[in-house]
């Protein structure tokens, strides 16, 4: 593993439930000799990227991420387009929406809200959902190129509940079934009782580039609702497709319609 590898690995412990993380934690989470964590924080240090408290001595996530995330936002409006659809979607359907991009070990939130009534499906932002057991992580997988999807399918796989699919041939039965439907659809495979429909959107690569989700409780998701929901994720996903790269508004983020 490059030192490059191994610095990523250590930024990805911090989160929103670990905003300090000490050495010797840093060091257990990821599985590196005490030495080569001090090493790679005091580099991280000098850019920026990570600070210490001088109180408890523990590590945070410095100032430099925020330069990195405003060229990011500059370049691609990305999170601003993504949460004006979310919250779109989430008034469209009254059932929580949540938009996720693709990490190394799962689907990650950027964009997500929650209706206002309550019996709903909550979710934690700093949440990654697994692959093989999300509908987010399914709608990505089945609409992958053959080399990706073969790569993260090399990733471990926990079964989350007694329906989660695990077995690869399985998987690629599930990837077959979604893109005949044109959706991903999951019931109790996450956590029991909550259920949920994605799909991917693209902005221009041969992989998905995220996928929009709309997560209900399990009892809720009728065929007719499901149909509901599925129809609105397509509304969604055209508007965010056309605001980041397509249409008269792909050099802005959209507007906010009820339409």
Not at 3 to 20: G, I, N, P, W
Not at 128 to 142: D, I, K, N, Q, V
Not at 160 to 182: I, M, N, S, Y
Request: overall charge negative.
């Amino acid at each position: 593993m490059t030192t490059v590898d191994k610095a990523m690995t250590l930024l990805r412990q911090f989160s929103l439930e670990r905003l300090e993380i000490g050495l010797n934690e840093l060091a257990r989470m990821t599985g590196e000799d005490k030495a080569v964590v001090r090493r790679i924080l005091v580099s991280l240090m000098k850019s920026g990227f990570i600070e210490q408290n001088p109180e408890n001595q523990r590590y945070f996530l410095g100032s430099g991420f925020l330069a990195l995330a405003r060229l990011r936002e500059a370049t691609i409006p990305m999170v601003r387009a993504t949460q004006i659809v979310s919250a779109w979607l989430c008034r469209a359907t009254n059932e929580t929406v949540h938009v996720s991009i693709a990490g190394q070990a799962g689907m990650s939130t950027v964009a997500y809200n929650l209706p206002p009534r309550g019996n709903v499906i909550n979710l934690r932002p700093a949440d990654r959902y697994p692959f093989h057991s999300s509908s987010s992580g399914l709608a990505y997988l089945a609409y992958c190129t053959p080399d990706t999807q073969e790569r993260l399918l090399e990733l471990p796989r926990e079964r989350l509940t007694h329906l989660t699919v695990t077995d690869p041939d399985e998987l690629r039965v599930l990837f077959a079934r979604t893109r005949a439907a044109g959706y991903a659809c999951t019931r109790n495979t996450v956590e029991v009782g909550v259920a949920s429909v994605a799909m991917p959107f693209f902005l221009g690569s041969a992989d998905p580039s995220g996928t929009i989700a709309i997560a209900v409780p399990d009892l809720n998701l009728t065929p007719d609702h499901e149909a509901f929901l599925v129809e609105s994720l397509r509304t969604g996903v055209g508007k965010l497709e056309t605001a980041l790269v397509g249409g008269p508004n792909s050099e802005q983020a959209p507007e906010d319609p009820d339409d």
